[in-house]
């Protein structure tokens, strides 16, 4: 066996590790787990590690799983070390919008699903979200408004959650950010469709930024208004911005 078949398998089996785990204290992670599972059962070992964007989301979602089922079968003392150890921005994604998104029905779960076994790319986002994570370290050096600027980015917020990125600033209160390129004119049926998801995933307060990426300081635009926006946004608020 190579070691690159090696790595496919250990994946497979960490899967069901996971899923074996999950079946006894948490069934609905359980069946997501089973859903992601059966249509690698069969696929070769050469052809999912051909997959790279498949191999990295399947990664994320382990490990999302992993640290979510350590945390369900600590005692009390456990879980407040663990809430401890890690920063508010990763306890909101992995101790909140986690669960509650394997606790809801996730209409598009089949449809994104089936993407990332057939190791479609990442949208255009992903560029644009790098780039405002590089703008916020550059910041930092030199900028004291950004110091605490924190962004993390999940395939599941992406794919069930309209959600591109979540941030913190000074506050430590997380925003969910919804990325489009799409024009003011067009965008009435996504951002209806957007609000409606996050008051169905229990977000409760979210940013909808539309930006042109042909602007010359459109990076610069985004990160000002992700990281001000996750200090100023108020609870309840889900606030649509373009760049002009």
Excluded at 68 to 91: F, G, M, S, T, V
Excluded at 104 to 118: G, P, S, T, V, Y
Excluded at 219 to 229: A, N, R
Aim: charge should be positive; aromatic fraction near 8%.
């Amino acid at each position: 066996m190579t070691q690159t078949h090696s790595e496919a398998d250990k994946l497979k089996q960490k899967l069901q590790e996971l899923i074996a785990i999950a079946s006894q204290v948490e069934i609905k992670l359980a069946e997501r787990l089973k859903a992601i599972a059966s249509p690698l059962e069969k696929m070769p070992s050469g052809t999912m590690m051909s997959r790279k964007h498949l191999l990295l989301g399947l990664k994320e979602i382990l490990v999302d799983a992993e640290f979510w089922l350590c945390y369900r079968l600590a005692n009390p003392e456990e879980k407040q070390q663990i809430k401890d150890a890690i920063l508010q921005i990763d306890r909101y994604w992995h101790l909140e919008i986690f669960p509650t998104w394997f606790n809801k029905h996730d209409k598009d779960f089949q449809r994104w699903k089936e993407c990332l076994i057939k190791n479609e790319p990442p949208p255009d986002d992903a560029k644009t979200i790098s780039e405002i994570g590089r703008n916020i370290r550059h910041q930092q050096r030199q900028n004291k408004n950004y110091q605490n600027a924190r962004l993390i980015s999940k395939l599941i917020a992406d794919k069930a959650i309209d959600t591109d990125l979540i941030a913190t600033a000074d506050q430590d209160n997380p925003l969910c950010v919804q990325l489009t390129q799409s024009g003011k004119q067009h965008t009435d049926n996504k951002i209806r469709e957007w609000k409606e998801t996050y008051i169905y995933y229990e977000i409760k307060r979210g940013l909808f930024a539309g930006y042109n990426p042909q602007h010359p300081q459109y990076i610069t635009w985004l990160t000002k208004h992700i990281v001000s926006g996750a200090d100023d946004i108020a609870t309840g608020e889900y606030k649509v911005v373009f760049l002009k």
